[in-house]
C-alpha cells in the first residue's frame, strides 16, 4: 500500500507531520480529520525514502503475519471495543503500537475502507492472506447484531485453541518421522561404511560367505554405485509428491492416507474433529446460520477428507435432514458425538454441546499423545531388532569363518 508525507495542523493551531498508509491522498486526508488533524499538504513518498531500498525489496522481505499475530490483533481489539473505544481511534493505536509492518499496513488499509464508508467485514476481504473466511464471517456477525465486540473476544479464544491444536497434531506426527530419519540414517552407515569395510576383509582372505552376506555386499555395492541416480530419483519422488500434493486430488489422497496411519491416524483425526467442532460451537454461538456455518467451517479444518465430508453435510442440512443424521451419514463421529449433537438440536444448545464434543476430542489427544511413546514402543523394538538381526548374521557370522581360516593358515 502506498505511503504518503503529510502536514497538517491539530485543534490547537500546531503544525504536526508524520507518514500514513492509504490507497490514495482522499483516504489519508479522511484518516487524518477523524484523529483532528486538518490536512494541508499531502505527498506520496518515493519507492526508496530513507533507506535506499527499492519497494520490491521491501515487499519480498516484509515480515509476514503470522497466526499468533492475527491472535493478539483480536484480543486487543476486544479489549479497546469492550472500554468503550471507537473502532477507528482502536485501530489507529493498534497502528502506532504494533510491531510487525505487514500487519500495521493492513489495519492501516481496514482505516481507510471504514473513513471511505465501508464494514470491516467487507475491508478484511481484500486481505484474505490474513483474514481466513470463518473470521471474516464471525466478524460480519458480529457488525451485524452489535457486538463486534464479543465475536472478537472468541476469534481469539478460537484461533488460541487451534493453535495449540495444531502443535498437538505436531507432535503426535515429530516421534513417528525422527525415529523413520534414525533407522533411515542407520541403513545408510551400515550400507555405505560397514559392509564394505567388511566385505574387502572377507574377499581378501577369501572367505566363503552364506548367502544373507552376499546379498548384504550386494546391496552396499549397488548403493556405492548408483547414489547420484538414487539420489536424483529421490529428489524427483520428493518434488513430484509435493506436486501432487498440492493439486486437490492429492492433497485429498494424503489426507486420507494421514488418518489412516497407524498409531498417529487416530490422533490426527481425533484433533480434526476437534477443531471441526470448536469452529462449529464458535458459528452457532455467533449466530451464523447452520449451512453458511458448515461451508466455512469446511474451509478452516486443514483436511480436505473431514472438508468433504463437512460439505456433504452442509447438502443434507440443505435438503432439510437434520445435523444428526448428515453427521451419521458422513461415517467419521463416534455414537456418543452423534447423540450430544441430537440433544442439542432438540434444546437448542447445539454450541455448548459442541464445545463439550471438542473438549471431549481435546482430552482423548492429549491421553494418546502421553501414551505415544509407549505404544511405538514395541514396533520400534522390532525394527530395531530386525536390524540387528540383519547385521549380526549377514556381518558377525562370518567372522568365525575368518577365524577358521586363519587358524588353518
Known amino acids: 500500500m502506498p505511503r504518503y508525507i503529510y502536514r497538517g495542523r491539530d485543534v490547537r493551531g500546531d503544525v504536526v507531520t508524520g507518514t500514513l498508509d492509504g490507497a490514495d491522498t ?24 530513507g533507506s535506499g531500498v527499492p519497494r520490491w525489496w521491501r515487499a519480498l522481505t516484509a515480515p509476514k503475519v503470522t497466526e499468533v499475530d492475527v491472535m493478539l490483533f483480536s484480543r486487543q481489539m476486544f479489549t479497546l471495543l469492550k472500554s468503550g473505544v471507537p473502532i477507528l481511534r482502536a485501530l489507529a493505536g493498534l497502528q502506532e503500537s ?52 464479543e465475536s472478537f473476544n472468541r476469534l481469539f479464544h478460537y484461533i488460541e485453541f487451534d493453535k495449540e491444536m495444531r502443535e498437538r497434531m505436531k507432535t503426535a ?14 541403513v545408510a552407515v551400515v550400507n555405505f561404511a ?9 574377499e581378501t582372505n577369501k572367505v566363503p560367505l552364506p548367502l544373507l552376506t552376499q546379498l548384504l555386499i550386494g546391496t552396499s ?15 524427483a519422488l520428493i518434488v513430484g509428491w509435493q506436486t501432487y500434493v498440492g493439486t486437490p486430488s492429492g492433497r485429498y489422497v494424503w489426507d486420507r492416507a494421514k488418518l ?54 452442509r447438502d443434507g442440512v440443505e435438503r432439510g435432514e437434520n445435523l444428526r443424521r448428515t453427521a451419521a451419514a458422513s461415517g467419521v463421529f463416534t455414537p456418543v458425538v452423534l447423540e450430544m449433537v441430537a440433544v442439542g438440536e432438540e434444546t437448542g444448545e447445539l454450541d455448548e454441546l459442541l464445545e463439550e464434543v471438542a473438549g471431549m ?43 577358521s581360516v586363519l587358524l588353518k593358515r
Not at 481484500?126 to 456477525?141: E, Q, W
Not at 513417528?176 to 533407522?183: D, G, N
Not at 555395492?221 to 529428489?235: C, D, E, K, V, Y
Open 260 to 313: 489412516r496411519l497407524p498409531v498417529a491416524g487416530p490422533i490426527v483425526l481425533k484433533a480434526t474433529l476437534a477443531r471441526f467442532a470448536r469452529s462449529m460451537a464458535l458459528a452457532a454461538r455467533a449466530g451464523v446460520p447452520i449451512v453458511q456455518a458448515l461451508t466455512v467451517v469446511s474451509e478452516v479444518v486443514a483436511n480436505s477428507f473431514i472438508a468433504r465430508r463437512v460439505q456433504q453435510m
Open 98 to 149: 504494533i510491531m510487525n509492518s505487514t500487519l500495521a499496513a493492513v489495519i492501516g488499509d481496514l482505516r481507510a475502507a471504514l473513513d471511505a464508508g465501508r464494514e470491516l467485514s467487507s475491508a478484511m476481504r481484500r486481505h484474505p492472506s490474513v483474514f481466513s473466511p470463518f473470521y471474516i464471517s464471525v466478524v460480519r456477525i458480529g457488525e451485524a447484531t452489535g457486538n463486534l465486540d
Open 173 to 186: 506426527t515429530r516421534y513417528p518421522l525422527i525415529v523413520l530419519a534414525v533407522i533411515a540414517v542407520a
Open 26 to 49: 482522499g483516504a489519508i486526508a479522511d484518516q487524518l480529520l477523524s484523529i483532528g488533524v486538518t490536512p494541508i499538504d499531502i505527498a506520496p513518498t518515493t519507492s526508496g525514502a
Open 361 to 403: 476430542y481435546e482430552r482423548e489427544v492429549d491421553y494418546d499423545i502421553k501414551n505415544l511413546s509407549t505404544n511405538l514402543e514395541p514396533i520400534l523394538t522390532i525394527a530395531m531388532g530386525g536390524l540387528v538381526l540383519v547385521l549380526a548374521l549377514g556381518v558377525f557370522l562370518p567372522i568365525w569363518d575368518l577365524g
Open 194 to 202: 560397514v559392509i564394505p569395510a567388511f566385505a574387502r576383509v572377507f
Open 221 to 235: 555395492r549397488f548403493f556405492l554405485q548408483n547414489w547420484p541416480s538414487m539420489l536424483a530419483l529421490l529428489i
